[in-house]
Nanobody, 121 residues
Framework: QVQLVESGGGLVQTGESLRLSCAASGSITSINNMGWYRQAPGKQRVLVASITNGGSTNYADSVKGRFTISRDSAKNTVYMQMNSLKPEDTAVYYC???????????????WGRGTQVTVSS
């Protein structure tokens, strides 16, 4: 059983910053991808950023240059520094862990409960 616990959400004004953290615990393989998704009211959940255990990153176009994802693999923790926040960044942010098995096949996917980020104009 894997548990993901997020922290760091909150209410900020346009242009301010927040840092999200997500700590994973349980049975976790050494090859895995961690990331952040977000879901705004009435919209689908979408990928914001992801990072492999090797450190390769991927960002949604809407956050490139403003958000930075990083991880501490020894602690199974992923972070996301969010700068220059905009009202359109308002959403529930979910931590995601994909555990990768042999031949690159997804073995298990886990989600956190989510943390609310609200950016006021």
């Amino acid at each position: 059983q894997v548990q993901l616990v997020e922290s760091g959400g909150g209410l900020v004004q346009t242009g301010e910053s927040l840092r999200l953290s997500c700590a994973a615990s349980g049975s976790i393989t050494s090859i895995n991808n961690m990331g952040w998704y977000r879901q705004a009211p009435g919209k689908q959940r979408v990928l914001v950023a992801s990072i492999t255990n090797g450190g390769s990153t991927n960002y949604a176009d809407s956050v490139k240059g403003r958000f930075t994802i990083s991880r501490d693999s020894a602690k199974n923790t992923v972070y996301m520094q969010m700068n220059s926040l905009k009202p359109e960044d308002t959403a529930v942010y979910y931590c995601n862990l994909k555990q990768i098995g042999q031949f690159g096949i997804l073995r298990q996917e886990s989600w956190g409960r989510g943390t609310q980020v609200t950016v006021s104009s």
